[in-house]
């Protein structure tokens, strides 16, 4: 798949089947999440890739709207140092290696969304965190629940347009 395809057919999956992922696919979706760029190459994040069932289960709960991870093949949290003065950057850095993360699944077929953290102090003691990292962000992983919705264009009106959002020179 070129990466415009990617790119272009990408879209937040919540259901997946309840099949586990190939680990070799798990691999590559972790070694794009390493690969991506970050400031001044400081490659902040921790990768804890969980895919025990209970844990998914109660990871979900630390967050609102994340019934999509208790039914992830895979779920991968990113780590970064606590709050100091780049956390601004630390979690932009997270942000590019989740997108990387999403594009290399979308390339294998497997679908992906974003979790936000709202509990991290529990999110912490569950995934046996060192008290010197942070969680907020999640991504679920799977197989497609519904392989064709998955794939299926954007309805009008689902993005923002190109020209409402471009502005040449100033605004």
Known sequence: MEVWQAIHSKRAIRAFRDEPL????????????????????SQPWHFIAVQDRARLQKLA???????HVAGAALCIVIAVPVQNERTL????????????????ATDLGIGS??????????????LGMPA??????VISFGYPADAAAATQPLQAGGRNSYEDIVHWETW
């Open 22 to 41: 190939q680990p070799a696919h798990i691999e590559r979706i972790l070694r794009a999440g390493r690969r991506a760029q970050s400031s001044k190459n």
């Open 61 to 67: 709960q630390t967050g609102a709207g994340m019934g």
């Open 89 to 104: 950057w630390h979690f932009f850095d997270s942000g590019q290696s989740a997108a990387y993360m999403q594009l290399a």
């Open 113 to 126: 969304c974003l979790g936000t953290i709202y509990e991290p102090d529990e999110a912490r003691e569950l």
């Open 132 to 137: 010197d990292m942070q969680t907020r962000l």
